[in-house]
């Protein structure tokens, strides 16, 4: 008798276990549509906030809302009224509001020509590879992107026929899983994947953080141009890390002030 007491009560316990965990699990669906972006809100759009939208159809609206992230789609034929989805880098760029997350459709090449980035903004690539997305600097541009705040570029292959890829000014500007390209030519010696120009500490209002410009590079593959990085003031390279695959050479490295 002692022996079946003891088994239905651990019967019991199993099923009340289980039947807790399936209701806890449950409990996020309970949510408002307004509570659950927020929260999505907190997640690295990639690859976090992008999985989110592989849960279900809810999840795929509100993770692909445009409150969290704007979107470039290179043919919006059949997207003309729908909200946050915009033609080219430059028309999004203008339209985000700081701390947004821009989302570049992948296939084909974006035209990037002396984009002037003045907001704290995240750039992504919307393909698996970053050579998906390519964000093309034709040869009368100075550079494709010029940074003058913090800013993030992800999963994106941002190519120059001369000049520069990434003109930073000011903030701070991370790469991440990048792929950078100087296209070879005569007039090669004169070109350089990333310039930096910033010589000074930014200091922001008294209610933030003072916070050091400079440039983080993660897992980036750098490619042609006279050498990787030109700075000027007293920025200087630090932290090389480089790894040597079959085809390509990734990057880990910081500029920072001395």
Same mark, same amino acid.
């Given at each position: 008798?002692?022996?079946?007491?003891?088994?239905?009560?651990?019967?019991?316990?199993?099923?009340?276990?289980?039947?807790?965990?399936?209701? &806890?699990?449950?409990?996020?669906?309970?949510?408002? @549509?307004?509570?659950?972006?927020?929260?999505?809100?907190?997640?690295?759009?990639?690859?976090?906030?992008?999985?989110?939208?592989?849960?279900?159809?809810?999840?795929?609206?509100?993770?692909?809302?445009?409150?969290?992230?704007?979107?470039?789609?290179?043919?919006?034929?059949?997207?003309?009224?729908?909200?946050?989805?915009?033609?080219?880098?430059?028309?999004?760029?203008?339209?985000?509001?700081?701390?947004?997350?821009?989302?570049?459709?992948?296939?084909?090449?974006?035209?990037?020509?002396?984009?002037?980035?003045?907001?704290?903004?995240?750039?992504?690539?919307?393909?698996?590879?970053?050579?998906?997305?390519?964000?093309?600097?034709?040869?009368?541009?100075?550079?494709?992107?010029?940074?003058?705040?913090?800013?993030?570029?992800?999963?994106?292959?941002?190519?120059?026929?001369?000049?520069?890829?990434?003109?930073?000014?000011?903030?701070?500007?991370?790469?991440?899983?990048?792929?950078?390209?100087?296209?070879?030519?005569?007039?090669?010696?004169?070109?350089?994947?990333?310039? &930096?120009?910033? &010589?000074?500490?930014?200091?922001?209002?008294?209610?933030?953080?003072?916070?050091? @410009?400079?440039?983080?590079?993660?897992?980036?593959?750098?490619?042609?141009?006279?050498?990787?990085?030109?700075? &000027?003031?007293?920025?200087?390279?630090?932290?090389?890390?480089?790894?040597?695959?079959?085809?390509?050479?990734?990057?880990?490295?910081?500029?920072?002030?001395?």
């Amino acid at each position: 008798m002692e022996e079946d007491k003891i088994k239905q009560t651990k019967w019991k316990r199993r099923s009340s276990s289980s039947s807790s965990s399936k209701s &806890s699990s449950c409990l996020i669906n309970n949510l408002d @549509d307004g509570c659950l972006m927020h929260i999505f809100s907190f997640l690295p759009p990639i690859p976090d906030r992008y999985n989110t939208a592989l849960v279900c159809h809810r999840w795929l609206f509100l993770a692909c809302h445009p409150r969290l992230w704007l979107r470039v789609e290179r043919s919006i034929k059949d997207r003309l009224e729908e909200p946050g989805v915009f033609p080219d880098i430059e028309t999004a760029v203008a339209a985000a509001r700081p701390g947004d997350t821009i989302l570049i459709a992948a296939g084909g090449r974006h035209l990037a020509s002396n984009i002037q980035i003045k907001k704290r903004l995240c750039l992504i690539g919307g393909g698996e590879l970053p050579d998906e997305t390519t964000l093309f600097c034709s040869r009368a541009s100075d550079s494709a992107l010029e940074l003058l705040s913090t800013c993030k570029l992800a999963n994106l292959t941002v190519k120059a026929e001369l000049g520069c890829c990434l003109l930073h000014r000011n903030g701070r500007l991370t790469i991440e899983g990048c792929v950078l390209q100087c296209e070879s030519n005569p007039l090669d010696h004169l070109s350089c994947p990333i310039v &930096s120009t910033a &010589s000074a500490q930014t200091v922001f209002p008294s209610s933030m953080k003072c916070s050091k @410009d400079g440039v983080s590079v993660f897992r980036t593959r750098i490619e042609g141009g006279a050498k990787a990085v030109l700075t &000027s003031g007293n920025l200087t390279l630090q932290r090389v890390r480089v790894i040597y695959a079959r085809t390509s050479i990734f990057f880990w490295f910081d500029v920072e002030h001395q």
